[in-house]
């Protein structure tokens, strides 16, 4: 992490530290702000209030609250997501777990960026979905949640805290009832000095004022008594955005595009309705009743509050530089009540420190100042030296000066005045400091656990990501005071289709060692029969990370596997230089079941053992992780049976069809537009349907009939797990069934065979209660609640406490041919080398035949 540099003054400390603190995705261009923007950034300048948002997950918060609380009520708003949404289903792509809580993590960021709130998180896994708070607190550390939002509480200090969910069953998932669980204690712990007394070093107790649950249109029904609810009308119209609360609201919400959660822009009166939500708490007359949200409420702070009353009378539009002048009298008058106050009051997260940070980031941008920082490369590895060219342009005729920059550890003065409208140019090198870390989510670089993320410095917790090591901070001069603008060190190119673009400066090691993705290696009976026990072909893909790179490569299996060869030297030459490795894996003496294999390449005497992974998507930035290089070993004893062709038709995203491939089937990846017709369905053993195929694929709307008929004639057709809601067609089998939430969350949870000697369960593998042993994170999901009687259910198994479930397998015959719908997780149990998820697909794939 950087240590930026600091000057002798108080001021610039406080400003460094809160420049630090407000950390924000990066790869975004330069922000430039319209003179609408900057009035009512004004006009925020004059508030001091604050409100936390509470609940689980991503998607969770309520955009249109956010954008009202901070656009129109003009607080400072902040919404505080227990977990990352790692645990859930990914819309868009095959990643899942930490990669998908990494999308979902920035999917936030990018909705923030449009309503106007901050984000911050706690450091709970999302494990998956989970029926009760008992069972989530059994998983997650309790007290280690509830300290990150008591941490969280003290540094934003708000004066409301509001939760999504009621801390009972009627939340309908664990997740969401702990975290209003969590939010209830909370409320008092954060003002009690004995509760997580470490933090107090950093921050200060603070209680807010009160605790109120947004219920929303999910608990309010009509007919309902509204005096016990506080209402408020968040449809409002802002003309200085040119929207509504709920057009904005619509564009953040649709940001989290992996969950498919594009929304429709709602206008008008959009009422919002919140209670107390601890027991004995009165019901405000108004949301901020009690609050003083004026400059009155800090020392001092009158005199502030009317120069900024006075910037904002005589602000042009037409001109906002005119306004500089007084906002430079409002901050002459702030540092100096700063270098007054005591520690308490003028730390880093008080609100001298946050209102002086917003200060001078209007004053820069109504000068029209632009700042970046420019990397000639997009990667680099620790010790290496990075070219990088430092900009600065001033677009209004009052002088600035370019002081002191920091860039990383290399720190310089330039002292040169900027001429209107030309540009400052500066070229430097700068070494990457050999103990930099790499490129990382810094939630993912410490062991975890299945409900925790490992997190061990305090200044990094509730944070939304780690992006600090790439900022800069450049000192500007203006009318004799100092400004501290912090920027960030960006890669930039232009693209021919898409012009200009940005992507965050990523460090890497001297030598990333790739697997294939998502890949687990399968060595079956059938794959020695094939291979006639010569091993398997492990490629493994090096690229340098800096120029001349050499070492050996080997990997690391467990005993009674063997690898060929043992060890690889190589030599790469030039930066980015890429060469694949191919070994032959071996089992002479495994035993049955899964272990893994591990790439490590040793580099002058270091070991190096992680790949990358890049993650591009449209709407968030480009996402660089550097997981371990392994990948699952399974041994396995299985039957294919007959079956020899399979047609998959994707559809989420999943990595099944690799998973069928190392069963032995020649797998045909098909096309929704042109391959569903029956004569090119008819050349396959079986079609199997990827995850929510009917729920992301419209043109399943015109194909079904194909594919029944393609059944009705012999084919078999499996389809895998439909979300309930917003599916293409409202029948998606040849007889009725009706989708549900229904799901089994405990992954080892036993199960029961209703049809013990039916074929799926006998041939051409017998399947045992075993093969559903070492399952990870659930058993299966969204199981049809009712279904037709000419539906055979298969097998059936219960969380505890709940009754049994019967539909995670239903086939029926139709015609000639045979239809099978299944809610087991398959695209988790697979990548992850389960071995009897890999024996029950083989028997699905092959009935009938």
Request: hydrophobic share 40%; net charge neutral; glycine share 8%.
């Amino acid at each position: 992490m950087i240590r930026f540099f600091r000057t002798a003054t108080r001021l610039a400390g406080i400003l460094l530290t809160v420049s630090c603190s407000l950390l924000t995705a990066q790869a975004q261009a330069p922000k430039t702000y319209t003179s609408s923007e900057i009035l009512l950034g004004l006009k925020k300048l004059n508030v001091l209030g604050s409100v936390l948002y509470i609940a689980a997950h991503p998607d969770d918060e309520n955009t249109r609250l956010l954008a009202y609380l901070a656009n129109e009520r003009l607080v400072e708003t902040a919404y505080l997501s227990c977990t990352r949404g790692d645990g859930g289903q990914n819309l868009i792509g095959p990643e899942l777990r930490e990669q998908l809580g990494v999308i979902r993590t920035q999917e936030l960021l990018a909705a923030r960026r449009i309503d106007g709130a901050k984000q911050f998180f706690t450091r709970a896994n999302d494990f998956g979905f989970s029926k009760t708070a008992e069972e989530t607190f059994t998983i997650w550390d309790k007290e280690q949640v509830l300290a990150d939002m008591v941490w969280v509480i003290r540094q934003r200090r708000p004066d409301v805290l509001i939760t999504r969910f009621p801390p009972d069953s009627r939340a309908g998932h664990g997740h969401h009832t702990a975290s209003a669980m969590l939010a209830i204690e909370a409320f008092s712990a954060a003002g009690d000095a004995k509760r997580f007394p470490e933090q107090l070093q950093y921050v200060q107790p603070w209680q807010p004022k009160r605790l109120l649950w947004n219920t929303g249109s999910f608990f309010v029904k009509p007919g309902d008594d509204l005096s016990k609810f506080l209402k408020l009308d968040a449809g409002g119209y802002n003309p200085l955005l040119g929207q509504s609360y709920g057009e904005i609201a619509a564009r953040s919400r649709s940001q989290h595009r992996s969950q498919g959660f594009g929304s429709a822009a709602q206008r008008g009166e959009l009422l919002e309705y919140f209670t107390p939500i601890r027991e004995g708490d009165a019901l405000p007359k108004e949301l901020f009743e009690g609050v003083d949200m004026s400059w009155n409420r800090v020392p001092g702070g009158a005199a502030v509050g009317k120069l900024i009353d006075d910037v904002i009378k005589k602000f042009d539009p037409s001109k906002p530089e005119g306004s500089v002048a007084g906002l430079l009298k409002v901050r002459e008058l702030l540092a100096g009540l700063i270098n007054k106050s005591d520690r308490n009051q003028a730390g880093r997260y008080s609100w001298y420190g946050q209102k002086l940070a917003e200060l001078d980031k209007l004053i820069v941008a109504s000068l029209g100042v632009h700042i970046e920082a420019v990397a000639a490369e997009p990667m680099v590895s620790p010790g290496q030296k990075l070219d990088l060219r430092f900009e600065a342009l001033n677009r209004s005729n009052t002088p600035v000066r370019v002081g002191a920059i920091s860039l990383g550890y290399a720190d310089t003065t330039l002292n040169t005045q900027l001429t209107k409208n030309k540009l400052l140019s500066v070229k430097r090198q700068l070494r990457i400091p050999v103990e930099y870390k790499l490129t990382q989510p810094y939630w993912l670089s410490e062991p975890s656990t299945t409900g925790m993320y490992g997190v061990s410095e305090q200044l990094m917790r509730g944070v939304a990501d780690n992006s600090m090591w790439r900022n800069g901070v450049v000192g500007l001069g203006v009318a004799g005071q100092e400004l501290f603008v912090d920027f960030s060190i960006q890669y930039k190119h232009t693209d021919p289709s898409l012009g200009e673009l940005y992507q965050p400066l990523v460090i890497v090691p001297p030598v990333v060692v790739n697997l294939p993705a998502a890949r687990a290696y399968v060595f079956s009976n059938l794959f020695a029969q094939v291979s006639g026990g010569r091993g398997q072909q492990v490629p493994v893909m090096l690229r340098a990370g800096r120029a001349g790179v050499s070492g050996t490569l080997a990997l690391q299996v467990p005993g009674g596997w063997h690898v060929e060869p043992a060890s690889v030297p190589f030599s790469l030459k030039n930066k980015d230089e890429e060469q694949t490795i191919d070994f032959k894996v071996i089992p002479t003496n495994a035993t049955e079941g899964r272990t893994e294999l591990k790439a490590v390449a040793t580099v002058d005497g270091q070991a190096y053992s992680r790949g990358m992974q890049q993650i591009v998507y449209p709407h968030i930035p480009t996402q660089t992780l550097f997981p371990e290089a392994t990948s699952p070993l399974v041994k396995l004893d299985v039957s294919r049976g007959k079956t020899q062709t399979v047609g998959y038709l994707m559809g989420a995203g999943d990595e099944v069809p690799e998973a069928l491939r190392q069963l032995g089937y020649t797998v045909t990846l098909l096309d929704a537009n042109t391959d569903l017709s029956l004569d090119k369905l008819r050349r396959f053993d079986a079609v199997v349907l990827g995850i929510r195929a009917y729920n992301t694929l419209d043109q399943l709307k015109a194909k079904q009939p194909e594919l029944l008929r393609y059944v009705e004639q012999g084919g078999n057709l499996v389809v895998q797990y439909t979300v309930a809601r917003g599916t293409v067609i409202p029948e998606i089998g040849p007889y009725p069934m009706k989708l549900s939430n229904d799901r089994v969350t405990v992954e080892n949870a036993p199960v029961t065979f209703l049809q013990p000697q039916h074929r799926l369960l006998n041939a051409p593998n017998k399947i045992s209660a075993a093969d559903f042993q070492g399952w990870v994170q659930e058993q299966g999901l969204y199981y049809p609640s009712t279904w037709d009687a000419k539906y055979t259910p298969i097998i059936s198994s219960a969380d505890p406490g709940e009754k049994a479930k019967e539909s995670a397998i239903l086939v029926a015959d139709y015609g000639k041919g045979h239809y099978i719908y299944t809610g087991l997780s398959f695209f988790r149990e697979l990548p992850a080398g389960i071995p009897g998820a890999y024996r029950l697909l083989a028997n699905l794939v092959s009935y009938g035949k």
